[in-house]
């Protein structure tokens, strides 16, 4: 058919990567968080150099690879600092923690890891606190880049009066 134009097709991904490619659909993968990428399309005509035509993509957020970190360790005595046992994380899809007493008896649950004053506050059900000594936490989650976490382990409740 003498009518087609022929066009060749040439991406800029906005990482310093590009790629010359006609097929229906594009695969990029990004290696580095950013808050915006902006990709675009330059569509240039073989027989016509100057004709080209350009289309931009809407901004792609990339999130850093998830973490999660529990400490050893807490100090629920009102001072400000270390008040709660709490995670410290980033880029999850899920999460539920739970912490349990030395005879396994579960003592406090939560789902939420991101507030300031998301975790245990060292009391129990009764509003007492607990105990100084030794617990036990349970936490399974999973970030957002597919990572399964499925953590457990001993922390020690110091308490000062």
């Given amino acids: 058919d003498g009518d087609e134009l022929r066009t060749s097709n040439v ?4 990482d310093g990567e590009s790629e010359t490619n006609n097929d229906e659909q594009v695969e990029h993968i990004y290696t580095e968080p950013n808050d915006c990428y902006e990709p675009y399309l330059v569509v240039y005509a073989r027989n016509l150099p100057e004709c080209r035509d350009t289309a931009f993509m809407d901004c792609i ?17 009102g001072d400000g600092m270390n008040d709660f046992f709490q995670v410290k994380a980033q880029t999850l899809r899920s999460f539920h923690g739970k912490v349990v007493n030395r005879w396994g008896r579960t003592i406090y649950e939560w789902d939420n890891y991101e507030d300031e ?21 349970i ?8 990572y ?14």
């Fill in 11 to 14: 991406w800029y991904f906005d």
């Fill in 61 to 77: 957020k990339v999130d850093d690879r998830s973490k999660l970190e529990v400490p050893n360790i807490f100090t629920p005595n």
């Fill in 117 to 137: 004053e998301a975790g245990w506050d060292g009391k129990l059900s009764g509003g007492n606190y607990a105990s100084t000594g030794v617990y036990f936490y």
């Fill in 139 to 146: 936490i399974k989650a999973e970030g957002i880049d597919g």
């Fill in 148 to 161: 399964e976490y499925d953590l457990h382990g001993p922390f020690h409740v110091i308490r000062n009066k």
